[in-house]
Structures are given as structure tokens and as C-alpha cells.
Nanobody, 124 residues
């Protein structure tokens, strides 16, 4: 079983930056592609970014491309999401997800393991 624990959320102002972390335990971290999703109140879970097992491939949702960067440290069993130029529309609970698969898809059902999420709030 894979356990994921997000951290780093908080309250920031428009234009500021924030870095989220997701610590993974329970299995060999480098076997898993990793992703970030987010969910606002009343909305469906939305794909944010994904990174392959080695970190050589990344994928981004249209709304965050150019502002957010996903990265991973396989020695530390951690995946990161660096968020810049934050906007109120980025306000959501951010979830970390993992999948022991070679492909990365933008649908939440593709991903097997999930963390509990961390709240990010961006004030106007």
C-alpha cells in the first residue's frame, strides 16, 4: 500500500508563490508516476500536473501551464508542486496522486493512490 501526505498549503495573496510537497511511503517511490489534482467546492477534481517515474516527462493542465512546475526527488520520496503567480481561481484543495503505470492521464480515475489534500487559498 502506498501512503501519500501533502503539506505546504496555506493562505496567500494574488501574485504570490507557494510550494506544495507530497511525501510518499510504503512502496518504491521511483516505481510510481505522480500527479497533482485540485478540487474547489462544488467542482469536479481537476488535473493540475503529472511527472513520470524518472522525472523526464511532465504534463500540465491548461490553466496552470507556465505558472506551476512539478518536480520530484526520488532520494527523498517526495514530489513537489511549485506554484507562481497565484490567482483566486487557484483556490482549492490540492491532492497528490500516484500510479504504478507508464502512461500519465489527466483523469482522476487513472490514479490509484491519493493523499488527503492540502488547502490552498488565494485572496484577491
Amino acid at each position: 500500500q502506498v501512503q501519500l501526505a501533502e503539506s505546504g498549503g496555506g493562505l496567500v495573496q494574488t501574485g504570490e508563490s507557494l510550494r506544495l510537497s507530497c511525501a510518499v511511503s510504503g512502496r518504491t517511490f521511483s516505481d510510481y508516476a505522480m500527479a497533482w489534482f485540485r478540487q474547489s467546492k462544488g467542482e469536479e477534481r481537476q488535473f493540475v500536473a503529472a511527472i513520470s517515474q524518472s522525472g523526464s516527462r511532465t504534463l500540465y493542465g491548461d490553466s496552470v501551464e507556465g505558472r506551476f512546475t512539478i518536480s520530484r526527488d526520488n532520494a527523498e520520496n517526495t514530489v513537489y508542486l511549485q506554484m507562481k503567480s497565484l490567482e483566486p481561481e487557484d483556490t482549492a484543495v490540492y491532492f497528490c496522486a500516484a500510479a504504478n503505470k507508464n502512461m500519465m492521464l489527466m483523469v482522476s480515475t487513472w490514479w490509484n493512490y491519493w493523499g488527503r489534500g492540502t488547502q490552498v487559498t488565494v485572496s484577491p
